[in-house]
Antibody, heavy 119, light 107 residues
Framework: QVQLQESGPGLVKSSETLSLTCTVSGRSLTSGSYYWSWIRQPPGKALEVIGYIYYTGSTNYNPSMKSRVTISLDTSKNQISLKVRSVTAADTAVYSC???????????WGQGTMVTVSS | EIVMTQSPVTLSVSPGERATLSCRASQSVSSDLAWYQQRPGQAPRLLIYGASIRATGVPAKFSGSGSGTEFTLTISSLQSEDFALYYCQQYNNWPYIFGLGTKLEIK
């Protein structure tokens, strides 16, 4: 079955770039009409969809983070990456990748990885 | 940006009984509404999409209803594994928004 696994540093310094990778197993990223998403949840706050990349490579970002975020595909490794630039303490959160289905929301999620931004 | 409001924040119900959770959208999201269950230390699990369609493998004890701005998740015959956090999420308008969640706890 399809599984998603996030990886990356758990600690990032303020003003630097947060970089995470989501490895997809069990299915090719380019097979099927899915949108591969990054979602985060700061401590005590709501889940927030950061953005997604469609299997075609087109992207859509949450306006709240659009100026600082890049999501990309590496089809050779079957991975999705997330970069958030100029991080602050407000970017401290559990970051998860998830598979989106156009008519069915997010049907498969990774376990999530905690990222702390330190000063 | 659409605001999703879930109520109550915490719901205390006895095992074997039924729980009813509510979700309200600040504007119509048609039927583009999903419900998720999250147990401690686990990723969210999709329960319902399209407001009322159970996701693959989700038992019939979970049912969703509503359209437009008012939605309900009903869980019947509560068992220990059902006591968890439940989130609603709209995917009609970008950015997709989650509610803050309802914690279903054992009474």
């Amino acid at each position: 079955q399809v599984q998603l696994q996030e990886s990356g540093p758990g600690l990032v310094k303020s003003s630097e770039t947060l970089s995470l990778t989501c490895t997809v197993s069990g299915r090719s990223l380019t097979s099927g009409s899915y949108y591969w998403s990054w979602i985060r949840q700061p401590p005590g706050k709501a889940l927030e969809v950061i953005g997604y990349i469609y299997y075609t490579g087109s992207t859509n970002y949450n306006p709240s983070m659009k100026s600082r975020v890049t999501i990309s595909l590496d089809t050779s490794k079957n991975q999705i990456s997330l970069k958030v630039r100029s991080v602050t303490a407000a970017d401290t959160a559990v970051y998860s990748c998830a598979r989106g289905v156009v008519t069915a929301a997010f049907d498969i999620w990774g376990q999530g990885t905690m990222v702390t931004v330190s000063s | 940006e659409i605001v999703m409001t879930q109520s109550p924040v915490t719901l205390s119900v006895s095992p074997g009984e039924r729980a009813t959770l509510s979700c309200r959208a600040s504007q119509s999201v048609s039927s583009d509404l999903a419900w998720y269950q999250q147990r401690p230390g686990q990723a969210p699990r999709l329960l319902i999409y399209g407001a009322s369609i159970r996701a693959t493998g989700v038992p019939a004890k979970f049912s969703g209803s509503g359209s437009g701005t008012e939605f309900t998740l009903t869980i019947s015959s509560l068992q220990s594994e059902d006591f968890a956090l439940y989130y609603c999420q709209q995917y009609n308008n970008w950015p997709y928004i989650f509610g803050l969640g309802t914690k279903l706890e054992i009474k």
